[in-house]
């Protein structure tokens, strides 16, 4: 599997947001908007956060929220929101947050290599402030190196 495509609907430049719940949900509503996932499956997002900490930064400035697979996703999915002003979302070395991924999959083995996939893409150290920085979709897809549809 490769990651999945990023229509315009998933991808969110310079939300405002209060806190990371905020940020969470509006990754949430990008996966909605692009029919990844039902409303409900953000807060399935922040339920996980908050049962297992903020595990979800896996790196300098980049969450990657996500849920288990239920019946609250539709489609494998993935949404991109870059944020105003970056957030803490409690991480004690990778806060504050400045891009949230959201990441849907309907499968448990999608999950993983879903997971692994976008490892892959941030491999590149510039990757994560281009995302933060980015102005268009556009560019949000050439960084991720992925198709509109």
């Known amino acids: 599997m490769t990651l999945p495509a990023l229509p315009d609907e998933s991808i969110v430049i310079a939300a405002t947001v209060a806190d990371w719940r905020e ?3 509006a990754a949430g509503a990008a996966l909605v ?4 996932a039902k ?4 807060d399935a997002m922040i339920r996980m956060i908050e049962e297992h900490g903020p595990y979800v930064v896996i790196a300098p400035g980049l969450a990657l929220a996500h849920a288990r697979p239920d019946d609250q996703v539709l489609a494998d999915g993935l949404a991109v929101v870059t ?3 970056p957030v803490a979302f409690g991480h004690p070395h990778n806060d504050p947050v400045g891009v949230v991924l959201g990441l849907a999959v309907e ?4 999950h993983l290599e879903s997971i692994a996939d976008l490892a892959n893409v941030f491999n590149d150290p510039s990757i994560i402030p281009g995302l933060a920085a980015a102005t268009s979709a556009d560019e949000v897809r050439r960084l991720m190196g992925v198709p509109s549809s």
Do not use: K, Q, R, W
Not at 39 to 42: D, Q
Not at 107 to 110: E, H, L, N
């Open 23 to 25: 940020a969470v949900h």
């Open 33 to 36: 908007a692009s029919g990844a």
């Open 39 to 42: 409303p409900g499956y953000a």
């Open 83 to 85: 944020l105003a002003t």
């Open 107 to 110: 499968s448990v083995g999608g």
